[in-house]
């Protein structure tokens, strides 16, 4: 039986809990490095990105440790910072790297050393700069959430913000959340269906939205417009530091980074339904609808994502809060993210993997349900 520990306020505050969460920091040196010598160290952001903290995961181990959900937030300085530096950070690497390769700074990188750079830029505005919108997009503060939309802009995903708070969140494990990867579905059949359900769901939510205030969808008050706008100001930009390649190896960063956050998406709810009540109603969302990962290094990169029971649980808790459970209490992953998401991409071993464990927690929590196919195929009715 899996044992946890709660950490006090006191310990939870202490800056040496908090560097750990900085080690997303280590990939702008490496992107760096990348540009200016090109060759094999071109390779090295998804290298580290994968594979070294899947060796620091197995190395270390889990982390069980919970922080006091009640720990002040002025305690939490430290942990805040990083989330905050970081749109700056991504926003000056991304675009100095399109004006040195393609720009007047003039690189003399290979087409392929090019490629290679770029798709670890979009593995660091994927996996990294995603990931931080994520957390700020749900903080109260304004400026927060103003950093979350830039770093969306960067990668052409703003849409993202509107869909993950008043789509996922809502109807997460229903037949109306695209984002929810079906019983046997491959990742390749549910990336480019969740390309076009979550731009179509996350428009028709604010329309929705808007249309309750008695107002028009084309309302100043659309963030979409603020949407649309970022990512003109971003495509600009990469236009006029590199031409039209420097427009191209943005492009390039963002279908990258797009494909890493589904990936991620994907994993997170695989398999997992709420129970349907009967006329539309679905039972309220509890940990066991999330995929739970405790593995140490990285939750350190993630910033705590793959405490992803809790988030959904507790959607409005800071990232150094966020619980862990037990495997009585939430379905646990057999490794972190960064392995979990290379196994997603072959659709063989990943039904290997994760299909008995979905039988295994159907039988769990739902023995009474005798007929999957409706929640198999996002058949029932949507939610009312």
Known sequence: ??????????????????????????????????????????????????????????????????????T???????????????????????????????????????????????????????????????????????RERLLGDLLLSMVLYSHFRSEHLRVHHIHVGTPSDPVTARYNEGFYRFFPRVLRQSLLSAFRAERAFLARKGLPWHDRRNPFWRYWALQGVMLTLAALLGGWVGLGLFLWQAVVAIWQLELVNYIEHYGLTRRHLGGGKYEHVKPHHSWNASHKASNWLLINLQRHSDHHYKPDRRFPLLQTYAEDEAPQLPYGYPIMTMAAMVPAIWRRVMNPRVRRWRKTYYPEITDWAPYNKALNPAPR
């Open 72 to 142: 002040d937030e002025g305690k939490l300085t430290w942990y805040r910072a990083i989330t905050l530096i970081w749109a700056p950070l991504q926003f000056g690497l991304l675009f100095w790297m399109i004006w040195y390769v393609a720009g007047p700074g003039d690189a003399h990188l290979s087409v392929v050393e090019t490629l290679l750079l770029f798709f670890g830029m979009g593995v660091i505005s994927g996996t990294v700069g995603i990931n931080y919108s994520h957390e700020l997009m749900h903080q109260k503060d304004r």
């Open 1 to 70: 039986m899996t044992t946890l520990r709660t950490l006090p306020a006191d310990k939870v505050a202490q800056v040496r809990r908090a560097l750990p969460f900085w080690l997303s920091l280590v990939l702008v040196p490496l992107a760096i490095i990348g540009a200016l010598h090109g060759g094999w160290t071109v390779l090295l952001l998804p290298l580290v990105t994968w594979y070294f903290f899947s060796i620091l995961d197995a190395i270390l181990g889990l982390n069980l440790d919970n922080a006091d959900p009640s």
